[in-house]
Structure formats: structure tokens, C-alpha cells
């Protein structure tokens, strides 16, 4: 019998292709305006449409944490001084209602260590 030689086909790897910030700029601006397919911009940009899903869900999570940052960033008064009624200038203790879900306890603590509340509430709420 004859012998056939199999020879087999030698592929070469394809490299991975390196997108320009200014590219990937460009492209996400086009895929987050409004009634726009992110499929079609893919098309239209020769990318695979998941992977411009990833970048436009990942500069959507910068913009919220930025956002988030700058929301925590504004300035609130420190102290805000209250008019104190007779009867409550007479208390002996620090009364705090506490819930976690379904769960309140209250915890009263004597006036005379309210530092000690203080650090105790702050590692609390951590």
C-alpha cells in the first residue's frame, strides 16, 4: 500500500493586539452614548463586543467610585449646637438604641465616662 505523509498544518499563534488609551477612549465614549449597541460599535471597530462590554462596565465603576469620592469629599459641619430642654440637662446616663436587623438591644452607659462610650461606639461601628 501506499503510504501518504500527513503533514500537518503549522499555525501560527496569533498575537494579542494592543489598544492606545486614546483608542479605547474613543471607542467607550462611542458604546456609552444613549440608544447605541455596544455590539455594533464592536463591529464597527473590528472588537470582540465582550470585550468592550468589559471596558465599558469598568469605566462605569470608575465613574461611580469617583463620583463616590467626591460626594464624600464635601464639607459638613462639624458641630451643630443644639438648645437643651430643662429635663434633659438633669440626665445621669448615655442611652443608645442599637439595632441589627431584627435584633435592638439598648445600651446605657454613665454620663461621667461618656469618652468611653465614644471609643466604644467608634469600634462598634466599624
Known amino acids: 500500500m ?10 501560527q499563534p496569533t498575537r494579542r493586539r494592543r489598544h492606545s488609551k ?17 455590539a455594533a460599535v464592536a463591529l ?5 463586543a465582550n470585550l468592550l462590554r468589559s471596558w465599558v462596565a469598568a469605566r462605569e465603576d470608575r465613574d461611580a467610585a469617583e463620583a463616590a469620592r467626591q460626594e464624600l469629599n464635601v464639607s459638613s459641619p462639624e458641630f451643630v449646637p443644639l438648645q437643651m ?14 439595632r441589627r ?25 466599624r
Open 2 to 11: 501506499d503510504e501518504v505523509e500527513v503533514v500537518p498544518d503549522v499555525v
Open 22 to 38: 486614546e483608542f479605547k477612549e474613543t471607542v467607550i465614549r462611542a458604546a456609552m452614548q444613549p440608544n447605541v449597541s455596544i
Open 44 to 48: 464597527h471597530y473590528r472588537l470582540n
Open 85 to 98: 430642654q430643662n429635663g434633659v440637662a438633669a440626665a445621669t446616663h448615655i442611652e443608645i438604641e442599637v
Open 101 to 125: 436587623g431584627a435584633t435592638a438591644i439598648t445600651v446605657r452607659w454613665p454620663l461621667s465616662a461618656a469618652s468611653d462610650c465614644a471609643t466604644w461606639l467608634q469600634g462598634w461601628l
